[in-house]
């Protein structure tokens, strides 16, 4: 046997617990929570005034790209249901609620020139409906849905983006923050970059590999920081709340042992981890040398006046160091790096990284192609995290599997208990971890997969008229771990009937 496989067996059986027989608790103030962003499952796409998003705007114009042909103009219609989707997360007795909000529906033309008194009032009316159940809100200020009017300017690869978002977020705080404690900036900077000013599959669409991907980077990471210091001067000391962001934290191995594969293994983890938590976490701050120094170099070499990666000043440096009350960390999977021999075009992302992605077979597949189980990925990045940047505070902010439909969802179930046991030993291990987010609490429009891909604790029935929502049995698995603290590898529920165990507010009585 070689000794790679050797360490992969080990890892896989210390962390599905093996390690010990021993029964590990969540301590009391450990929270758990379910999550949802609002393309995904408000739809009321154009309803009460809202403005149009580049999402609407995407794939109304390009239905062919969606795997069947869903888009979010209904979703899960969570704009006419949020008491359903309150009862929902009752029943599961989750201590917190993580759901985004639609910047276009409540400034629809991206800028604070005209208010939507709709909009506000409808995460209003959601934000009480959560409080009277002792629910706390934590809501996502961007996750995706940019106002269309925005991207017409150039979106986030305009500058001005920085000062739109901190305007934006005014508002928000203005008309939530004496309610909700808990904030996250921008959902996944590189999703909102590499996917969509990169690639270009996700929304607006533009393919701008090596590139737009890297204008937009230093746009999004500096909006959340004018977010974050907005929120630290005004708010911070009225309402004592926190902020962060969620990053996208899946894990990165080597697939051989060989130097250069270990090598572009960390170079893939500077691009992928470091790019986005080393200006805000570490003590220097500023973009990872290694990216800076490789970018820098390449785009001299393609003829470029400026590094691609467009540098951070002195004052930029230090607005972004320190900008987070904690990192939220969306993590899913991992992914095997090895060096790549292929030509790939230039300048692109992928030609600088310089990688080829694969998994191992082992891994248990899920509904989407990118996703895997290996449950053992969950520690290695939070203590990858906590060597360099000295233990931050962690809240997973996502963590999930795809199905397909149906109620009977054994590995999702299985996936929340496996994982949950990863992040466990990792606490154990030192991880400052303030509590847990299942993505997501129901079936929704997984961006270009429609439909075709479901997430959900919880069931929706897209074709009925309600969206009637059902609980899987992942989402009684998820219970009794909340009720119970602890992790029970078999239990199964008796029956399906799930009640409501969130305790109940006077006003109720
Ligand atoms: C992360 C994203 O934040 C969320 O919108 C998406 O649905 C999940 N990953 C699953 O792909």
């Known amino acids: 046997m070689n000794s790679s496989l050797l360490i992969f067996i080990l890892n896989i059986l210390y962390v599905s617990g093996w390690r010990d027989l021993k029964v590990r608790r969540f301590s009391d103030d450990f929270l758990f929570g379910a999550a949802t962003a609002a393309y995904q499952v408000e739809g ?7 403005g149009e998003s580049i999402w609407d705007r995407y794939l109304h114009e390009h239905p062919e790209v969606i795997a069947d042909g869903v888009d979010g103009d209904v979703a899960s219609d969570s704009y006419h249901n949020y008491k359903r989707d309150v009862e929902m997360l009752r029943e599961l007795g989750v201590d917190f609620y993580r759901f985004s909000i639609s910047w276009p529906r409540i400034l629809p033309t991206g800028l604070p020139n005209q208010t939507n008194e709709k909009g506000v009032e409808y995460y209003n009316n959601l934000i009480n409906e959560l409080l009277k159940y002792n629910i706390q809100p934590v809501i996502t200020l961007y996750h995706f849905d940019l106002p269309q009017k925005l991207q017409d300017l150039g979106g986030w690869t305009n500058e001005l983006s ?66 974050y210091r907005l929120y630290e001067k005004e708010y911070k000391p009225k309402y004592q709340g926190s902020v962060g962001i969620a990053l996208s934290l899946n894990w990165a191995d080597q697939l051989t042992n060989d130097t250069q594969n270990v090598e572009a293994t960390d170079l893939y983890r500077e691009f992928t981890l470091d790019l986005y938590l080393h200006p805000i976490l570490a003590k220097s701050g500023n973009h990872p040398a290694a990216v800076r120094k490789l970018v820098a170099r390449r785009s001299q070499e393609q003829g470029y006046k400026k590094s691609r990666l467009p540098e951070l000043s002195a004052a930029e440096v230090e607005l972004l160091k320190g900008s987070a009350d904690f990192i939220g960390v969306n993590h899913y999977t991992t992914v095997l790096v ?67 439909t149906g109620l009977g969802d054994q590995s999702r179930a299985d996936n929340i208990r496996e994982y949950l046991l990863a992040l ?53 698995v998820y219970k009794r771990i909340i009720q119970k603290r602890i992790l029970e590898p078999d239990w199964l529920p008796e029956n399906l009937e799930i009640s409501i165990t969130q305790k109940v507010t006077r006003e109720e009585l």
């Open 44 to 50: 009321g796409w154009d309803a009460d005034g809202k």
């Open 338 to 404: 090895s060096k790549s021999n292929k030509q790939h075009p230039k300048p692109s992302l992928l030609d600088d990284m310089g990688v080829d992605l694969s998994y191992r077979t082992e891994w248990r597949k899920s509904h989407s192609e990118w996703l895997r189980s290996a449950p053992y990925g969950l520690y290695k990045v939070l203590m990858y995290v906590n060597e360099k940047y000295d233990y931050p505070k962690f809240l997973i902010t996502e963590n999930g599997w795809s199905t397909s």
């Open 162 to 227: 920085v000062q739109w978002f901190e305007d934006y977020s005014r508002v928000v705080y203005e008309k939530y923050a004496d309610r909700v404690k808990y904030w996250i900036t921008i959902n996944q900077p590189s999703t909102v970059c590499v996917d969509s000013y990169g690639s270009g599959v996700f929304a607006p669409g533009i393919k701008s590999s090596g590139f737009g991907d890297y204008l937009c980077h230093k746009n999004v990471m500096l909006a959340h920081a004018k977010a």
């Open 424 to 476: 466990q030993l990792a606490i154990e291990d030192g991880s400052d971890v303030m509590g847990y987010t299942a993505w997501s609490l129901m079936d929704n429009i997984e961006w270009i997969a429609g439909t075709s891909e479901r997430f959900g604790l919880y069931e929706v029935d897209f074709d009925s008229e309600e969206k009637t929502r059902k609980p899987r049995l992942s989402a009684f």
